[in-house]
């Protein structure tokens, strides 16, 4: 095979296909300051400028015990605390399974 794609493969990205499919994200709210625990503060970064996420570890999710690799697709405030939407996979009966859940910005540590 010619360059070593695959069929059905255009090349690109998954990123570069995302951001040709006409789709825009919201705006990612200006870098905060988000405290990780009482009397401690931590900077967290938006979730990235064009919408592409960042990389973050997810601590002990309600649905699996540990530290899980996910992605950080962005913030919002409830109540005066930040939560942070991300997709991460948990070990499952018959293998990964994918979540997508917002958690407080405690659980959530940079990569």
């Known amino acids: ?13 998954l990123g570069e296909r995302a951001a040709n499919s006409g789709v825009r994200p919201a705006p990612a709210p200006p870098q905060e300051r988000v405290p990780a625990d009482p009397g401690a503060a931590r900077a967290y970064p938006s979730a990235g400028e064009g919408g592409e996420g960042r990389h973050c570890w997810v601590r002990n999710p309600p649905d699996g015990p540990g530290i899980w690799p996910g992605l ?17 996979t948990v070990a499952g009966p018959h293998g990964p399974v ?10 959530l540590e940079p990569r």
């Open 1 to 13: 095979m010619a360059g070593g794609m695959l069929p059905g493969r255009s090349g690109r990205s």
């Open 72 to 88: 950080l697709v962005e913030w919002r405030q409830r109540d005066g605390a930040w939560q942070g939407r991300v997709a991460y």
């Open 98 to 107: 994918l979540v997508e859940a917002w958690l407080p910005a405690a659980r």
